[in-house]
């Protein structure tokens, strides 16, 4: 659908220019598919936003080797991760939170 957007708009923007079919009933159809790939494009980011649920099994993070830590810029709340489900950071007051690595100290 996505790859026939543009020919579909040449060819009706050239039909017109031809004066095979008067601009009306090309521009009328394509006003429709202007409007559907914008609300097609919403709808997908509200599925990529906080609305997506990850698939697949979680990890659990080694806590000796790896500390994970998302900070909240909006209220300043700190999040360790223990179990990684997905590589997208969380959301907190509406933002994603920001992740933080911290490695580990080797103790001698
Ligand atoms: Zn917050």
């Known amino acids: 659908m996505y790859r026939l957007f543009w020919p ?19 521009g009328a159809p394509l006003l429709g598919l202007l409007i559907y790939r914008a609300g097609v494009a919403t709808l997908g980011s509200l599925r990529r936003g906080a609305s997506f649920v990850p698939t697949g099994t979680p990890h659990p993070v080694d806590a000796r080797t790896e500390r994970t830590v998302y900070w909240c810029s909006g209220c300043g709340a700190e999040l360790l991760l223990l179990v990684r489900g997905t590589e997208t950071p969380p959301r907190h007051c509406g933002e994603r939170m920001t992740e933080r690595h911290e490695v580990a100290r080797e103790l001698s």
């Open 8 to 26: 579909a708009v040449a060819c009706g923007l050239l039909l017109s220019a031809l004066g095979i079919v008067p601009l009306p009933y090309i």
